[in-house]
């Protein structure tokens, strides 16, 4: 599979994706962000360096997490690649993440 | 949640998928608890295949005969369990006679695109080149219909108080200059909201954005050699999918996110979004045209056929759409039911719209079910619905469309006197009156807001090139000149073309001016064509719709080189937004019903209170009492508009005002940039409060306050 999740469940939710996140995959990822909002994190961070392309689906999963988790969720996206960044913004959901380059 | 519902569990299998009856409504392929919904209607096949394709992929890899218990009436539906919803790619074979004669044509060797297909795959980036032996070309997909709008909602603003601009997707931006990441996009558009903000637009009407194909009749330029496509996109593949070659994210199959996004950011600038609709025909032109839908899955439902079983063609592109059929009429109301409320669509312009009125026989109904329908739905009920309220077979209802007090019209007798009042045509005044009045002469019963005002359109010259040239030059279309309109009432100002005479080039702009200046000051809703504010030019083509190129596309140079119609046309623009006087919902009365001293409108000519409607007269000017605005409710400045189309100056005696106001100049086209025209409320002060010399060919508005 292309796609891993290496998930620490505390109050900051951490994952890394990578390769493709197409509706397949989109539903594993899901299943991890159901898992996480148990725990009510304040901050969700995305180490997606190595992600290539992230699919409808995908950008969805995104929408579910601020939903699961409550609006004031913190989302960081770390190091995207150009195309994911591209996608993010013509779908209009570069307002609702904050795109950064190194989460400290 | 409890999971023991008995529909979210196959109970057939066909080559290894899984499947199981499935849910006649909605139409189209809908995702379930488990699987996807797929239902569709035929009237008069014999059989139904559902066949499924891994995106991209040649060959089908699973065809599932719909059972015969799985058909209720005429609708066959059945649900598909463990499918991948973006991979998948769908289409139907519809099996029954082969009979043109009765109607019927059913070939069970095609791939049929559903007709209520959210989402078209096959035609993803523009003009990537089709692969012509695919065996299914426009491919049904799914889309997801749980956007995030967050608080998103059409905005519903008065009819009487848009500004509409008339706008190509792809022409916006696609010019170099336009300097924007993916021009030519939806997404694109997105980084110009802030120019149509201070230009001062509120609504934009986006010319066709139903999937259609642009290598549709594509051939070479005989004069450029370039490639002549469908760039207008007035040939519906799908009335439910959205052109994914305009998006960013079509390759993607995201189109639907992007659109979305589109419309919610223009919302939140304040900015309406409409559509202009394509019901009266189909992509699938005459008997010699392709087969993608309609005519495999129901020919003798969806068309209207000749009692030889040939299409009617009052679209003059092949066939018409059987819209008074009952189910073709339902579809159309599903349609456009789907765009309001999936998309947020706050209104549509009905491309042809007076064949939306024929019967099924082609006669114009009386009370078109359809007309009504879409006129009382209730989910439409906020809706703008405009009218073009003629069509290519002859049927012509300006003024008469069956309009159930919700339909405007496009007003094409507003651009005709308009046109020619410019062109200094006599006989024009007392047509102009109506016209400036929101045309009560058509409208009486239905007020000024059922009069959709324009000067130029897609459809024509752009407003510059109304000034540039007398005659049309399509040569580059290919069809020997042939094609597009004859009376378009231009005058070139006394030169064919381009020239470097700077007489003939400040007349030129100067009669863009005074069109800008009589559009916005009219009652009734104006609309302005995309790049006529920069004064862009077709260089006298006015049937551009196979130009993919220059001749369509928006250049943002011009905003600098012809800065004087910009700054023109958006201080015209936002002085309507700011003058309520100018947009009344009802037609004035000529008299005093608030107490004022004035009339809410009066008529002048070179004498104050004296206007000259006699054949020979080519000048005239009105007075709006601003204490009428908006019936009285509100209060706003007088507001005088002198317009003299004669060749030479005319003084004209101002009326006066009360003792407390002046006159101020707001616009006079007769000067040049920058002292034409004044920013709002920084008018410039009259010296003389009596009389005012209007220059020839030239528009004076006054300010009384």
Same mark, same amino acid.
């Given at each position: 599979m292309s796609f891993t999740i290496l998930a620490e469940a505390k109050k900051i939710a951490k994952i890394t994706l990578t390769g493709e996140i197409d509706s397949l995959s989109a539903r594993e990822f899901q299943k991890e962000i159901e898992k996480m909002a148990a725990e009510s994190p304040d901050e969700l961070v995305l180490f997606v360096e190595n992600l290539t392309f992230i699919s409808s689906a995908g950008l969805r999963v995104l929408i579910f997490a601020k939903q699961k988790m409550g609006s004031g969720l913190a989302i960081y996206i770390v190091k995207p690649q150009e195309s994911v960044i591209e996608t993010l913004e013509k779908t209009g959901l570069q307002h609702s993440v904050n795109i950064v380059d190194q989460y400290l | 949640m409890t999971d023991n519902r008995i529909d979210y569990y196959p109970t057939h299998e066909h080559e290894g998928i899984k499947f199981r009856r499935g849910h006649t409504l909605p139409f189209g392929a809908t995702m379930v608890a488990n699987g996807v919904n797929f239902s569709i209607y035929s009237s008069a096949s014999t059989s139904c295949t559902l066949v499924l394709f891994e995106r991209g992929e040649a060959e089908p890899f699973a065809e599932i005969p719909f059972p &015969?218990? #799985?058909?209720i009436g005429n609708v066959y539906s059945m649900i598909v369990f463990e499918l991948n919803y973006e991979r998948l790619e769908y289409g139907y074979r519809m099996d029954g006679p082969y009979n043109p004669a009765a109607g019927l044509r059913f070939n069970k060797s095609l791939i049929l695109s559903d007709p209520y297909a959210k989402v078209i795959g096959g035609r993803d980036t523009w003009l990537a080149k089709p692969n012509w032996d695919n065996v299914y070309q426009y491919r049904s997909r799914l889309a997801f219909e749980d956007f995030d709008w967050e608080h998103d909602h059409p905005l519903e603003t008065p009819i009487e108080d848009l500004v509409i601009y008339e706008m190509h997707v792809r022409g916006f931006t696609k010019h170099e200059s336009s300097g924007v990441k993916n021009p030519g996009t939806f997404s694109a558009i997105r980084s110009k909201v802030a120019y149509l903000k201070e230009l001062g637009i509120n609504c934009v009407e986006l010319l066709p954005i139903y999937e #259609? &194909?642009?290598?549709?009749n594509s051939r070479e330029s005989p004069t450029t050699g370039e490639v002549l496509v469908n760039y207008w996109g007035y040939s519906t593949v799908n009335f439910f999918a959205p052109k994914a070659g305009y998006a960013a994210t079509g390759k993607f199959g995201m189109q639907v996110d992007e659109v979305k996004t589109l419309i919610k950011e223009l919302h939140k600038n304040g900015i309406e979004v409409m559509l202009d609709v394509v019901f009266n025909h189909t992509a699938e032109g005459d008997h010699r045209g392709p087969t993608i839908s309609f005519r495999g899955i129901d020919n003798k439902t969806y068309y209207m056929l000749t009692p030889e079983g040939y299409y009617f063609n009052f679209s003059g592109t092949g066939n018409t759409l059987n819209c008074n059929n009952p189910v073709v009429r339902n579809m159309v109301l599903d349609c456009l039911r789907y765009w309001a409320s999936e998309y947020h669509i706050d209104g549509f312009r009905f491309d042809l719209a007076a064949i939306l009125g024929r019967a099924q026989d082609g006669r114009p109904l009386s009370n078109p079910p359809l007309l009504e329908s879409l006129a009382f739905d209730p989910i439409l009920a906020k809706c703008k619905l405009i009218a073009e309220a003629w069509d290519a077979g002859g049927l012509y209802q300006v003024g008469s469309f069956p309009a159930y007090g919700r339909w405007a019209e496009w007003n094409g007798k507003y651009r005709d006197s308009v046109r020619k009042f410019l062109k200094s045509d006599p006989g024009e005044v007392g047509g102009m009156i109506q016209r400036v009045m929101g045309s009560p002469d058509l409208y009486s019963l239905r007020g000024p807001t059922a009069s959709i005002n324009f000067i130029t359109c897609h459809d024509g010259f752009s407003l510059y090139d109304m000034f540039a040239y007398n005659d049309k030059h399509n040569e580059a279309n290919g069809e020997n000149n042939n094609d597009g309109a004859n009376d378009n009432n231009s005058w070139n100002c006394g030169w064919e073309g381009e020239t470097s005479d700077p007489a003939i080039n400040f007349l030129r702009h100067k009669q863009v001016k005074n069109a800008l200046a009589i559009l916005l000051v009219s009652q009734g809703v104006p609309m302005v064509l995309m790049g006529d504010e920069v004064g862009r030019t077709q260089k006298g083509n006015n049937n551009t719709y196979c130009q993919d190129n220059d001749l369509n596309w928006f250049d943002w140079t011009q905003k600098e080189t012809n800065a004087d119609l910009y700054n023109f046309a958006r201080c015209m623009i936002n002085f309507r937004r700011v003058h309520p006087v100018l947009r009344s919902p009802t037609h004035f009365q000529y008299w005093d019903y608030v107490g004022s001293g004035y009339p809410d409108i009066s008529f002048h000519g070179t004498k104050a209170w004296n206007c000259d409607r006699s054949s020979s007269s080519r000048s005239f000017a009105f007075l709006l009492c601003g204490d009428h605005a908006k019936q009285g409710i509100v209060k706003d400045d007088m507001i005088y508009v002198a317009m003299n189309m004669y060749w030479g100056g005319l003084h004209f005696e101002l009326p006066a005002l009360p003792p407390e106001k002046k006159w101020y100049l707001f616009a006079n086209t007769d000067m040049p940039s920058p002292v034409d025209i004044y920013e709002n409320g920084q008018e410039s002060l009259l010296a003389n409060q009596s009389d005012f010399l209007v220059g020839s060919r030239s528009v004076v508005i006054l300010v009384g306050k």
């Amino acid at each position: 599979m292309s796609f891993t999740i290496l998930a620490e469940a505390k109050k900051i939710a951490k994952i890394t994706l990578t390769g493709e996140i197409d509706s397949l995959s989109a539903r594993e990822f899901q299943k991890e962000i159901e898992k996480m909002a148990a725990e009510s994190p304040d901050e969700l961070v995305l180490f997606v360096e190595n992600l290539t392309f992230i699919s409808s689906a995908g950008l969805r999963v995104l929408i579910f997490a601020k939903q699961k988790m409550g609006s004031g969720l913190a989302i960081y996206i770390v190091k995207p690649q150009e195309s994911v960044i591209e996608t993010l913004e013509k779908t209009g959901l570069q307002h609702s993440v904050n795109i950064v380059d190194q989460y400290l | 949640m409890t999971d023991n519902r008995i529909d979210y569990y196959p109970t057939h299998e066909h080559e290894g998928i899984k499947f199981r009856r499935g849910h006649t409504l909605p139409f189209g392929a809908t995702m379930v608890a488990n699987g996807v919904n797929f239902s569709i209607y035929s009237s008069a096949s014999t059989s139904c295949t559902l066949v499924l394709f891994e995106r991209g992929e040649a060959e089908p890899f699973a065809e599932i005969p719909f059972p &015969d218990e #799985f058909r209720i009436g005429n609708v066959y539906s059945m649900i598909v369990f463990e499918l991948n919803y973006e991979r998948l790619e769908y289409g139907y074979r519809m099996d029954g006679p082969y009979n043109p004669a009765a109607g019927l044509r059913f070939n069970k060797s095609l791939i049929l695109s559903d007709p209520y297909a959210k989402v078209i795959g096959g035609r993803d980036t523009w003009l990537a080149k089709p692969n012509w032996d695919n065996v299914y070309q426009y491919r049904s997909r799914l889309a997801f219909e749980d956007f995030d709008w967050e608080h998103d909602h059409p905005l519903e603003t008065p009819i009487e108080d848009l500004v509409i601009y008339e706008m190509h997707v792809r022409g916006f931006t696609k010019h170099e200059s336009s300097g924007v990441k993916n021009p030519g996009t939806f997404s694109a558009i997105r980084s110009k909201v802030a120019y149509l903000k201070e230009l001062g637009i509120n609504c934009v009407e986006l010319l066709p954005i139903y999937e #259609f &194909d642009e290598w549709e009749n594509s051939r070479e330029s005989p004069t450029t050699g370039e490639v002549l496509v469908n760039y207008w996109g007035y040939s519906t593949v799908n009335f439910f999918a959205p052109k994914a070659g305009y998006a960013a994210t079509g390759k993607f199959g995201m189109q639907v996110d992007e659109v979305k996004t589109l419309i919610k950011e223009l919302h939140k600038n304040g900015i309406e979004v409409m559509l202009d609709v394509v019901f009266n025909h189909t992509a699938e032109g005459d008997h010699r045209g392709p087969t993608i839908s309609f005519r495999g899955i129901d020919n003798k439902t969806y068309y209207m056929l000749t009692p030889e079983g040939y299409y009617f063609n009052f679209s003059g592109t092949g066939n018409t759409l059987n819209c008074n059929n009952p189910v073709v009429r339902n579809m159309v109301l599903d349609c456009l039911r789907y765009w309001a409320s999936e998309y947020h669509i706050d209104g549509f312009r009905f491309d042809l719209a007076a064949i939306l009125g024929r019967a099924q026989d082609g006669r114009p109904l009386s009370n078109p079910p359809l007309l009504e329908s879409l006129a009382f739905d209730p989910i439409l009920a906020k809706c703008k619905l405009i009218a073009e309220a003629w069509d290519a077979g002859g049927l012509y209802q300006v003024g008469s469309f069956p309009a159930y007090g919700r339909w405007a019209e496009w007003n094409g007798k507003y651009r005709d006197s308009v046109r020619k009042f410019l062109k200094s045509d006599p006989g024009e005044v007392g047509g102009m009156i109506q016209r400036v009045m929101g045309s009560p002469d058509l409208y009486s019963l239905r007020g000024p807001t059922a009069s959709i005002n324009f000067i130029t359109c897609h459809d024509g010259f752009s407003l510059y090139d109304m000034f540039a040239y007398n005659d049309k030059h399509n040569e580059a279309n290919g069809e020997n000149n042939n094609d597009g309109a004859n009376d378009n009432n231009s005058w070139n100002c006394g030169w064919e073309g381009e020239t470097s005479d700077p007489a003939i080039n400040f007349l030129r702009h100067k009669q863009v001016k005074n069109a800008l200046a009589i559009l916005l000051v009219s009652q009734g809703v104006p609309m302005v064509l995309m790049g006529d504010e920069v004064g862009r030019t077709q260089k006298g083509n006015n049937n551009t719709y196979c130009q993919d190129n220059d001749l369509n596309w928006f250049d943002w140079t011009q905003k600098e080189t012809n800065a004087d119609l910009y700054n023109f046309a958006r201080c015209m623009i936002n002085f309507r937004r700011v003058h309520p006087v100018l947009r009344s919902p009802t037609h004035f009365q000529y008299w005093d019903y608030v107490g004022s001293g004035y009339p809410d409108i009066s008529f002048h000519g070179t004498k104050a209170w004296n206007c000259d409607r006699s054949s020979s007269s080519r000048s005239f000017a009105f007075l709006l009492c601003g204490d009428h605005a908006k019936q009285g409710i509100v209060k706003d400045d007088m507001i005088y508009v002198a317009m003299n189309m004669y060749w030479g100056g005319l003084h004209f005696e101002l009326p006066a005002l009360p003792p407390e106001k002046k006159w101020y100049l707001f616009a006079n086209t007769d000067m040049p940039s920058p002292v034409d025209i004044y920013e709002n409320g920084q008018e410039s002060l009259l010296a003389n409060q009596s009389d005012f010399l209007v220059g020839s060919r030239s528009v004076v508005i006054l300010v009384g306050k």
